[in-house]
């Protein structure tokens, strides 16, 4: 189909590859491709390196680690992990080397061994991971940034000297927090891990800046002055910055911080102190916090202030000697495992207070030195910075400058996306894993110390429980982990490009506020503003922008086109939000000639601002309208003219579509469907250039290179797989045997997709009109010929199980002979008591026929004569088979069996291998038909012997190896047995494919949130028709339009005729899309070929595509024109098939008797209170009799009632309801005695 492209905007890059975020994230934690000696310190070596070397108590033995080594499991594929319910994964083997010292230190043994510690579940081609033979994805989380945070006080509270409070914040990667904050008079206090606060001073000592004099010189402007009698008045009442000591004696004159009187200047002209240190001005006013806090701080030196700190913070009076000292640098300074602030914090901490650091570094009178950039832990440095940057805050000081830098005093955004980071699934594994190697630790230290020495070696040393429990909690149980989206490719995609906020160390929804939630201006190009759920995690999951990417530190950058003095340099950079926040942007759309921008004045954004700048001044213009949306809002054509609410609801309802029985792309498209279904996975495309050998339902085979040896790529296509969510995943080929392929060709199609472009729905025909009633409140009425043609029919296949377990009893048996089941019953059951494929099955059909054991009943004389005599009764044993829950019909097209490889007989192993054997040889002998019938086509082509035979003659071999090897894996598995559950003997599967045509109740939906229900679906010969007598498919409400303000719809049905006219497929990108004159030359151009073809002018539509109906009943025409056009229509996955249910009896509650809720439950309608007063309101009181007792919980009742109904008889004799004992019970146990009494 020709393509018509509407965009205006030259597309300076191109889209990335959409799962690239997961994908680098798990490559890096894994490094598997990476020599032991070359990986980089992240993931796996970053965990291994943080936990080892182990040391035992003593320091006589040392656990190191060398190097990690990755290793297949036994399901080497994901189809294979997929078909036996295993995980897909990947072994972890470390070699660990342990060296013995004897007292003297003298090295006694090194013994080095390979151990293995976990399985580690592996990432598929297409980012999901394989657990427990269901698809999982792993969400990105997004967290907040370690580093240092400045903000407001939250009660907005004033000191005593009238100044605002702010406090601080050091958030470490992991490890204890540090806060900063006031109190009303001024003074600045310390609060280490939510502990006790003292003051910051204090603080400072207890890490090394002990005295005053230090403290002083650190905080204030300082001078030295000449002692002299005549100079008394540049010295009296001046505050001393050091101590004054009489060096001869050591005695000290004045001390630190106290005011210099007559008496100390004239002791100091007595001894002969030439000059002397002095604060400049009044300190009260030149730094008034430390000041304060200094009069607050109780101790004199390092030690005396680590004492206190240790007790505070540890809460114990006794204190070991050495121990205080050593805390503090162990809690935040020296110790890498306790305190982590991690590259990004490290970053952050540079990046803010980076100016500030050099200052006070630089200074010749302190010795201070400027912390290194690898440097993880904190330092003193870090800490003094930080109360500087607050007093500044607190001073009410905007702007600072050092050296010709001016930074800005400011508090910290907490929303802004410079203080919020990216946790991808490698960073989140890696922290598991560190976390099982830590507890691992422990065990080794504690078996270091208990365990004969003599015996120890790594393999006695190690018990690899934690380390396997934690991952297998992490992937099965996570908030992280969840199990993936599977309806559509457009669903995967998304779901694997999701970011989320909560999760463990995030957010709970319940204490989220609305800042957390709302759209940010940093937002802009890397998180989707549209794309997030309607619920209570209204913006806390939301999506990655489409060409937003995640750097180094975990924060996302957006693409940008550099600009120097008005004109583009070519060069493309991708800026984080806080480098962003430096420049000015240009929008993408901003007209361009010859690369310079034109224009006095362009339309531009800095921060949260949208000023008119000159364009010398600006630095940097988007890349594409595209980047601001995420891929699933990218879908929706004329995005531009819907409101937010609608497009959010229409981005979201668009990975509810379900893939329909035959594809169509859209009429009207945006242009990025065909990278959206190859990135998802959802399509195979060719590996390398070449020529394609073999085309079939199941297998493509692409030749590449020539000559003797050509390499063959094969590609297995899926067939008739069941998703997470019950749709079908059938991959069906879109190339011929002998075409050439290039790298990236689309070679199948997956479900929803059409020539490898994405086609979630179908064009239909619609017009905007009431009809009757039946369009009220959003319904839709459809057209018979819909349903007639299978126009939007979909396939579903669902999966049922049943286990054969050992009980108590006796072990349940699957079996043909069930009790008390008729002959007709069985009719499809195999010898086994197990379906047999390619039955039609309806609601109450047995699927597999199980026994369970009885219990043991008290049998008459005569019984047990017959027992004897005949051995087992058929009595002892009850029908538990699976059959066919109501609602289901459709066609079993799959059964898989596992059973126990103790419970596995010698019969049934044979009879498996049997079956390989048999499909091995009839695949085998195909094969060789095949290539018999290709050496004849090549015999008529005179080209034997030539290049193509020896391509077919490797292809052949290739196929037949393939067979061999695969017959073999399979015996090999018939062998092991499957890996059931203790006290499972054995599993049955059963797979049914239902076609689902459209039906009155389903739920449909155009891409831009006009979501409706079908009312009534209406003979074609009674729609409303066009004057040429085509009926429309479809009838929507023309008051969904206005109301909704999604005005894309009419733009899209608009175009969509003319598409269809003109046999066309209009591209029309978002925010860059076609404009309401070209979308009316499109129609004009459309009219004038009907008026080619013939079509009386009378026939065709306005320019704005309104049309006149006729009435298909009555054939009159409609009072007014209605809109008609073409619109892609979804079919969501709210099948009334699935929601709608009834019962009649079935299952109670124990304790209230009554039936149970919900459709999965087999329950009944909940009757209420508010229910109860509508009855109460009419007056019935014997329905309402009826409702509350024999419907419900009266047991006698009910049970009479349904005698009675079974003899023809009406009659009712409701009794007392078991919630009433249960609320009799409830108040005797309280102590009150209650008893009822006939009256």
């Not at 967290?143 to 050091?170: M, N, Q, W, Y």
């Not at 319940?510 to 309607?534: L, M, N, Q, S, W």
């Not at 082509?941 to 695969?966: D, I, N, S, V, Y």
């Not at 309402?1184 to 009406?1210: A, F, P, W």
Request: hydrophobic share 35%; glycine share 8%; net charge neutral.
């Amino acid at each position: 189909m020709k393509r018509i492209n509407f965009s205006k905007i030259q597309q300076v890059q191109e889209l990335p590859d959409l799962l690239e975020m997961q994908k680098r994230s798990f490559r890096d934690f894994l490094q598997e491709d990476e020599t032991p000696g070359e990986r980089e310190l992240k993931g796996l070596q970053a965990a291994f390196l943080d936990v080892f070397p182990i040391e035992s108590a003593d320091a006589s033995m040392v656990l190191d680690f060398v190097k990690y080594k990755l290793a297949k499991t036994r399901y080497s594929s994901v189809e294979e992990a997929q078909a036996h319910d295993a995980t897909f994964a990947i072994t972890l083997k470390a070699v660990l080397r342990l060296s013995s010292r004897q007292p003297s230190g003298k090295l006694k043994q090194i013994i080095e061994q390979e151990v293995v510690l976990c399985d580690i579940p592996l990432m598929t081609d297409s980012g999901s991971f394989i657990i427990n033979g269901a698809e999982r994805v792993v969400v990105s989380q997004l967290h907040r940034s370690p580093g240092i945070v400045f903000e407001d006080d939250e009660e907005k509270k004033i000191s005593s000297l009238g100044r605002k409070l702010f406090f601080a914040r050091v958030i470490p990667y992991r490890g204890a927090w540090i806060e900063f904050e006031f109190d009303l008079n001024n003074a600045l206090f310390v609060r280490v891990d939510r502990k006790k606060k003292f003051p910051a001073t204090s603080f400072l000592r207890a890490c090394g800046i002990e005295t005053d004099a230090q403290l002083l010189q650190i905080f204030f402007k300082c001078e030295d002055i000449e002692v002299a009698a005549d100079n008394t008045d540049n010295l009296l009442r001046r505050i001393c910055a050091e101590d004054v000591v009489d060096k001869s004696t050591g005695e000290v004159l004045l001390e630190a911080r106290h005011p210099v009187t007559h008496e100390a200047i004239k002791r100091m002209v007595e001894k002969g102190i030439k000059r002397v240190k002095l604060l400049v001005g009044n300190p009260e006013k030149q730094n008034a916090t430390i000041w304060e806090t200094l009069r607050k701080d109780p101790y004199k030196s390092a030690k005396e202030a680590q004492q206190e700190i240790y007790k505070k913070l540890r809460g114990q009076e006794f204190i070991v000697p050495g121990q205080a000292e050593q805390y503090l640098d162990n809690l935040l300074f020296k110790n890498l495992r306790k305190y982590d602030l991690s590259k990004v914090g490290r970053y952050k901490v540079q990046k803010k207070l980076g100016i500030l650091l050099q200052a006070l570094t630089d200074r010749k009178d302190l010795r201070f030195e400027l912390p290194s950039e690898r440097r993880r832990t904190l330092t003193v440095e870090d800490l003094v910075v930080t109360m500087q940057y607050l007093i500044l805050l607190n001073n009410g000081d905007a702007v600072c400058e050092y050296d010709g830098k001016r930074f800005k005093v400011e508090v910290d955004d907490i929303d802004h996306l410079g203080n919020r980071r990216v946790r991808g699934v490698g960073e989140l594994l890696e922290n598991q894993i560190r976390v099982g190697l830590a507890q691992m630790s422990r065990v080794i230290r504690d078996r270091m110390s208990v365990q004969d020495k003599t015996e120890l070696t790594p393999r006695t040393l190690l018990n690899t429980a934690p380390l396997v429990g934690i991952l297998r909690k992490f992937f099965g149980t996570s908030q992280l982990s969840q199990f993936m989206d599977q309806i559509n490719p457009l669903a995967e995609l998304t779901h694997k490009r999701r970011l989320s906020a909560l999760g463990p160390g995030g957010l709970h929804r319940k204490r989220a506020g609305f800042e957390v939630r709302d759209v940010h201006h940093t937002h802009y190009g890397r998180i989707c503003p549209i794309e997030t759920p309607e619920g209570p995690n209204i913006g806390l999951i939301t999506s990655l922008a489409t060409m937003a990417r995640v750097n180094q530190y975990g924060l996302i950058e957006s693409p940008y086109q550099k600009m120097k003095t008005g004109r583009l340099t070519g060069a493309v950079d991708y800026l984080a939000a806080d480098i962003e926040d430096e420049n000015t942007i240009a929008q993408a759309n901003s007209p361009v000639q010859d690369g310079k921008l034109t224009g006095d004045l362009v339309s531009c954004r800095r921060r949260g601002d949208f000023p008119q700048a000159d364009p010398s001044h600006i630095d940097y213009m988007d890349v594409s309208p595209l980047q601001v949306v995420s891929v699933s809002a990218a879908l929706i054509p004329f995005l531009e003219h819907d409101d937010a609410n609608r497009a959010l609801m229409g981005s979201n309802m668009q990975r509810q579509a379900v893939p329909l029985l035959t594809a169509e792309p859209a009429f009207v498209s945006t242009g990025i469907e065909d990278r959206v279904a190859q990135d998802s996975g959802a399509c195979i495309t060719a590996k390398r250039p070449g020529k394609v050998l073999y085309s079939a339902g199941d297998i493509i085979a692409v030749s590449s290179g020539s000559g003797k040896n050509p390499e063959i790529d094969i590609y297995e296509l899926k067939k008739y797989r069941r998703s997470n969510q019950d749709t079908c995943i059938n991959q069906t080929p879109v190339i011929q045997a002998g075409a050439q392929v290039k790298k990236g060709d689309v070679l199948a199609d997956g479900p929803g997709t059409h020539c490898g472009q994405l086609a979630l729905g179908k064009n239909i025909l619609v017009g905007f009109m009431p009809w009757e009633g039946y369009n009220y409140e959003d319904a839709i009425l459809v057209s018979e010929k819909l349903i007639k043609e299978d126009v939007l029919t979909s396939i579903h296949i669902s999966e049922f199980v049943i286990e054969a377990r050992d009980t108590k009893l006796g072990p349940e048996e699957i079996t043909r002979d069930i009790p008390n089941v008729g002959a007709d019953a069985l009719e499809y059951l195999d010898e086994q008591g197990i379906v047999i494929p390619s039955t039609n099955v309806r609601p109450g059909d047995i699927l597999v026929g199980k026994v369970t054991p009885k219990g043991e009943q008290q049998l008459t004389p005569e019984e047990r004569l017959l027992k004897v005599i005949f051995g087992k009764k058929a009595e002892d044993v009850q029908d538990a088979s699976l059959r066919v829950p109501p609602g289901v019909t459709g066609k079993v097209i799959g059964v898989r069996v596992f059973v126990r490889r103790e419970k596995l007989t010698k019969p049934d192993e044979r009879k498996r291998i049997g079956e390989i054997d048999n499909r091995l040889e009839n695949s085998l002998n195909a094969l060789k038909e095949y290539r018999e019938e290709q050496s004849e086509e090549l015999k008529k082509q005179g080209k034997k012997g030539g290049e193509e035979e020896e391509r077919l003659k490797t292809f052949f071999r290739l196929m037949e190896r393939r067979l061999q090897e695969e017959a073999v894996r399979d015996r090999e598995n018939v062998k092991q047995g499957d890996d059931l559950p203790v006290t499972v003997n054995k599993v049955v599967k059963v797979y049914i494919a239902a076609k689902r045509k459209l039906q009155a109740g389903d739920k449909l939906a155009g891409r831009h949130g006009n979501k409706g229900v079908v009312a009534k679906i209406l003979p074609v010969e009674d729609m409303p028709f066009l004057p040429d007598g085509t009926p429309l498919d479809m009838v929507l409400s023309p008051l969904g339009v206005p109301s909704r303000m999604n005005v894309g719809q009419l733009l899209e049905m608009m175009l969509g005729w003319a598409a269809a006219t003109l046999g066309v497929q209009a591209v029309s990108p978002v925010f860059d899309g076609a404009t309401e004159e070209e979308i009316y030359e499109l129609v004009r151009q459309g009219k004038k070929k009907l008026r080619e073809q013939g079509v009386p002018e009378k026939y065709l539509p306005h320019d704005d595509c309104r049309t006149q109906l006729y009435d298909g009943r009555t054939g009159q025409p409609f009072e007014e024109k209605v809109s008609v056009g073409y619109v892609y229509i979804l079919k969501l996955n709210h099948l009334v098939e699935d929601k709608v249910h009834a019962r009649s009896t079935g299952p109670y509650s124990l304790i209230t008797r009554q039936p149970l809720g919900g459709k999965a439950q087999f329950g009944g309608q909940r009757f209420g209170e508010m229910e109860v007063w509508a009855i109460e309101g009419y007056g019935a009181a014997y329905t309402l009799q009826e409702m509350l007792t024999v419907k419900s919980d009266d047991v006698q009742g009910r049970t009479k009632v349904y005698e009675n109904i079974v003899k023809g008889e009406h009659a009712i004799e409701a009794g007392m309801p078991e919630s009433f004992n249960v609320l009799v019970k409830e108040i005797r146990s309280l102590g009150l005695d209650i008893e009822l009494e006939r009256s």
